[in-house]
C-alpha cells in the first residue's frame, strides 16, 4: 500500500484558519508596554496629588517632581509621547498599575522590599532626609536632633503623627522641649512667635515652608539622615511599572543614568525643593534586597 504526503495547498481551510488564530494571539501579546507606548504615543500616568512629589494643578496640568523627571526622560526616548495624569488615592496605584488601568506611577513612591514584590521599579531619582525650618541664620546652630538634645535651651515644634516625634524621641528630647502640635501651621506659628527655635519636617517641606512663608525670616537647615538603631533613615522615590514591563523599565534607567545628577535636571525640580543633596546613591535592584 502507498501512503502519500497532502499537499499543505490541500489542508482543509478550517485546519487552516485554525493555525492561523492560533498565531494571532502570540503576535498581540508579544507588544511591550514601551512598544505599544512609542506607537500610540502616549503614555497613562498615575500621581496621587500630594505636592510636590506629583500631582494635578488648579489649571489641570500633570506636574511635580516625578511628572517633570519623567517627561524629560519621555523626550529623550521619543519626542512625541505625551503623559495622560491620572489623580488617584495612594491606596490605588499599585492596583492600578498592575492591572493595567495606567502604565506606571509617578508618585514620588518610596522603593521598599514589600512594594518590589508587586511592581517594577526603576532606579530612584532622589533620596530624602530630614531637616528644619529655623530663622535665618541659624542662630541656635541645630543641624540634626542630637543638637537639639544637646542644647538645653533649644526647643522643637513636632507635628503629632510624623516620623519626626520618634527621631526626636531616640535623641533624647525631653517632652517640654519637643513640642506637639496639631499640624503644620501651628508649628509654624510657634516657630513665627519665637515659643521655639525649630521646626522637625522632611527637607522637602522644610525647604518649601521656607520659600513660602516668612518673608525671608526662615531658611531650611541642610538635609541629613537620623540614625535609629544603626542605620540612617531614607527615602528613595522612584518610578514604578507591572511586574513584565522590563523594557520600559530598562528604557527610563538608561536616561535616569544619563540625567538625574545632572545641573539641568536639578534646574528643573529646583521649584519643587529637590536640590543636589538629594541625588540618590543605591539602585532600586540593591533597594529590593535590603531594608534601606
Known sequence: MEYRTQAAHALPLKAFGLAVSLLIPLTATAETTLERVTAEDSIRVAVANEQ???????????????????????????PDIRMEGKAMDWSRLIPSVQDGEVDVIAAGMFITPARCREVAFTDP????????????????????YHSISNNPDAKVALVAGTVEYNYAMHAGIPAERAILYRDFTRAVDALEADKVDAVGLTSLTA?????????????????????????????????????????????????????????EHWAMVEEFGFAPDMEPDMTAEELCKSDA
Do not use: C
Open 52 to 78: 510636590p512629589y506629583g500631582y494635578i494643578d488648579s489649571d489641570g496640568n500633570l506636574t511635580g517632581e516625578a511628572p517633570t523627571v519623567a517627561r524629560e526622560i519621555l523626550r529623550r526616548i521619543d
Open 125 to 144: 531619582t532622589y533620596v530624602v532626609g530630614e531637616s528644619f525650618l529655623v530663622d535665618s541664620g541659624n542662630p541656635e546652630e541645630i543641624t540634626d
Open 207 to 263: 525647604r518649601s515652608l521656607a520659600r513660602r512663608v516668612g518673608d525671608g525670616r526662615f531658611e531650611a537647615t541642610p538635609q541629613f539622615y537620623p540614625v535609629i538603631h544603626g542605620e540612617e533613615q531614607k527615602g528613595y522615590g522612584a518610578f514604578a511599572f507591572r511586574k513584565g514591563d522590563e523594557a520600559i523599565v530598562e528604557a527610563f534607567n538608561r536616561e535616569i543614568d544619563e540625567f538625574v545628577g545632572t545641573d
